[in-house]
């Protein structure tokens, strides 16, 4: 009984992982050694559990009922796993994080290498990308996103704010009169960052509100890569402050309308509401809210 419990643990983390290759890469066995496994357990149940195809895996209807049954076995054991870490003096296990690729070289990149070093015994998995991901699809057990939370199912808290800056190429800034109002840049080039709006709205130090929408002859999806054009002179494009700072210290970005801000970035932590491993994430969450930025 002891080793189909074992087998049916690599069953449910094959369905969560959506491929015997990638529940592999989880467990730290060979993928023949978990496709065997599931085998062994279908031979011993007399049923088909999973669709086999070279691309995917799909679950067969008597799989969909026992997976339902074996995903309570292992959060109920995960749980007591967590309520075991919480007690003792050195937190142990894994996380799958994922984070946008601009906060690579940011205060909270920093906050988990101190986290890392100061937990030994715990695994960190990072994923940075700039593209939206799903947090229970992707299997990830924290997402760390900049933006305002519209997903109320999860749990939330707030790591801190991101400001950001108006910048430009040294050389773009030189061939053109400083501007001294948003409205001036509506007829400088832009370069476009693909995940937020065309438009950005200042705030001056009295008050006044002006949005500017510039023309925006190249979009990107990654934020190093608006960071590389505006220092190749192309276009005035907004930063992140780590980033606009990193280009101002090398000469090659000047920022534009120092005394105009910009809405900071939210920066947020959200995990689901029942945690696989829910002490290990909170401690993780709050060290990260509570390390100084």
Do not use: C
């Amino acid at each position: 009984m002891i080793d189909h419990l074992r087998h049916m643990a690599v069953f449910a983390r094959v369905v969560d992982e959506g491929s015997f290759r990638a529940a592999a890469k989880e467990i730290g066995v060979s993928p023949s050694r978990v496709s065997e496994t599931v085998s062994d357990l279908e031979a011993f149940l007399g049923v088909t559990l999973l669709f086999r195809t070279t691309r995917r895996i799909a679950l067969t209807s008597e799989g969909r009922i026992f997976y339902a049954r074996v995903v309570d076995m292992v959060r109920s054991a995960e749980t007591g796993l967590n309520e075991l870490n919480a007690l003792s003096l050195e937190p142990a296990g894994a996380l799958k994080i994922s984070m946008p690729a601009f906060m690579s070289s940011s205060g909270i990149s920093t906050a988990i290498a101190d986290f890392i070093r100061l937990h030994p015994h715990v695994a960190l998995s990072v994923s940075y990308t700039d593209y939206p991901v799903g947090l229970l699809e992707d299997g990830n057990d924290v997402s760390i996103r900049a933006g305002w939370p519209e997903d109320s199912s999860m749990m939330s808290r707030k790591l801190g704010n991101m400001e950001r800056v108006l910048v430009v190429g040294a050389e773009y800034a030189a061939s053109r009169p400083r501007p001294k109002h948003p409205t001036e840049l509506e007829d400088w080039d832009w370069i476009g960052f693909q995940h937020r709006s065309d438009s950005a709205e200042f705030s001056s130090p009295s008050g006044e509100r002006v949005k500017v929408a510039g023309r925006s002859q190249l979009q990107v999806d990654s934020a190093d890569a608006l960071y590389h054009l505006t220092s190749q002179n192309i276009g005035v494009t907004i930063l992140p402050l780590h980033l606009a700072e990193r280009g101002e210290a090398s000469g090659k970005i000047v920022r534009l309308l120092p005394d105009w801000s910009l809405r900071p970035l939210g920066i947020f932590a959200l995990w689901p509401d029942k945690s696989r491993r829910e002490s290990l994430t909170l401690l993780f969450v709050r060290f990260l809210a509570e390390h100084p930025k």
